[in-house]
């Protein structure tokens, strides 16, 4: 089973950008599809980005199309989100989690069967 570990959090102006990492120990990164979720003050975890297991299928919530990218470097077992042009309302626990199905991006938190601890993002006005 693989072990991940969010990292790059950290307080930020509005339209600054950030890039969260998901290091993955254990297993190799392209074995599952990756994706973030957040989770906002007082709310549930919601789907922001996804990577299938070939890096050949990207998915974004809306709120997050145009501003987010999401990529990885199998080389170093790495998921990155790129965060651009951040707002207030992305403030959040930002978490990366494994699939084993892979090869589709799904939003749904059930179907993640690994889960990093997050990291904060805080966007300020």
């Known amino acids: 089973q693989v072990q991940l570990v969010e990292s790059g959090g950290g307080l930020v102006q509005a339209v600054d950008s950030l890039r969260l990492s998901c290091a993955a120990s254990?297993?190799?990164?392209?074995?599952?599809?990756v994706g973030w979720f957040w989770r906002p003050p007082g709310e549930e975890r919601v789907f922001v980005a996804g990577?299938?297991?070939?890096?050949?299928?990207?998915r974004y919530a809306d709120s997050v199309k145009g501003r987010f990218t999401i990529s990885r470097d199998t080389t170093k077992n790495i998921v990155y989100l790129q965060m651009n042009s951040l707002q207030p309302e992305d403030t959040a626990i930002y978490y990366c989690?494994?699939?084993?199905?892979?090869?589709?991006?799904?939003?749904?938190?059930?179907?993640?069967?690994?889960w990093g601890q997050g990291t904060q993002v805080t966007v300020s006005s």
């Open positions: 989690a494994a699939d084993n199905l892979g090869s589709i991006v799904r939003i749904a938190r059930s179907s993640y069967d690994y």
């Open positions: 254990g297993r190799a990164i392209s074995t599952y599809s």
């Open positions: 990577i299938n297991r070939e890096g050949t299928k990207t």
